[in-house]
């Protein structure tokens, strides 16, 4: 049974950093393509960053510059590293494997 328990979103102020962790379990990992999606309020969900199994990384437009995405597969552990927040990345962030497997989403809410 694949598992993805995301953590460590939360209420910030526009400028803050955050970082959002993904545990994953029953897959096999280091084989997987790891993405990062969310879902604001009203609007469909989109690609945050993904990550391949050998570390290659890529972005979403908005996102280059000020996110970074990144795995440790001995742990099976996806993080997303969020910089420079704006009230816009106001979202649910979901974490996903293989396009298949979605974790159940956390908030992160950007506001002043």
């Known amino acids: 049974q694949v598992q993805l328990v995301e953590s460590g979103g939360g209420l910030v102020q526009p400028g803050e950093s955050l970082r959002l962790s993904c545990a994953a379990s029953?897959?096999?990992?280091?084989?997987?393509?790891m993405r990062w999606y969310r879902q604001a309020p009203g609007k469909e969900r989109e690609l945050v960053a993904e990550?391949?199994?050998?570390?290659?990384?890529n972005y979403a437009d908005s996102m280059k510059g000020r996110f970074t995405i990144s795995r440790d597969n001995a742990k099976k552990m996806v993080y997303l590293q969020m910089n420079s927040l704006k009230p816009e990345d106001t979202a649910v962030y979901y974490c996903?494997?293989?396009?298949?497997?979605w974790g159940k989403g956390l908030l992160v809410t950007v506001s002043s």
């Open positions: 996903n494997a293989a396009r298949i497997y």
């Open positions: 029953g897959i096999i990992f280091s084989y997987n393509t």
């Open positions: 990550i391949t199994g050998l570390g290659n990384t």
